[in-house]
Nanobody
Framework: QVQLVESGGGLVQAGGSLRLSCTASGLTLDNYSMGWFRQAPGKEREGVSC????????YYADSVKGRFTISRDNAKNTLYLLMNTLKPEDTAMYYCAAGLTGYCSSSWATRLPYNYWGQGTQVTVSS
């Protein structure tokens, strides 16, 4: 059974940092592209970042570029999202997703390329 489990969320003040993790079981991540998404109350789920199977290519939403860093450790079957200079508008449930294509396509910020999803971890940024 495939599982993606996110962790590392919490409450942080504006300007602070958090590192999210996504650990996989039931699959070997080095074949998959990986994405981070977020969904705030009343809003649609949006793509935050994507990383290809090797970690050699990364993509970011404009709203997080320069503040967030996606990375992966295939040996640990784990994906990360380091979030710096957090803003109240970053408050959302954060989800990781795994895509069989192995690379981040032009549609990386949509749900289409992803086959597996985690249950999410809540990030709350206070002003």
């Amino acid at each position: 059974q495939v599982q993606l489990v996110e962790s590392g969320g919490g409450l942080v003040q504006a300007g602070g940092s958090l590192r999210l993790s996504c650990t996989a079981s039931g699959l070997t991540l080095d074949n998959y592209s990986m994405g981070w998404f977020r969904q705030a109350p009343g809003k649609e789920r949006e793509g935050v970042s994507c990383i290809n199977w090797s970690g050699g290519s990364t993509y970011y939403a404009d709203s997080v570029k320069g503040r967030f860093t996606i990375s992966r450790d295939n040996a640990k079957n784990t994906l990360y999202l380091l979030m710096n200079t957090l803003k109240p508008e970053d408050t959302a449930m954060y989800y990781c997703a795994a895509g069989l294509t192995g690379y981040c396509s032009s549609s990386w910020a949509t749900r289409l390329p992803y086959n597996y999803w985690g249950q999410g971890t809540q990030v709350t940024v206070s002003s």
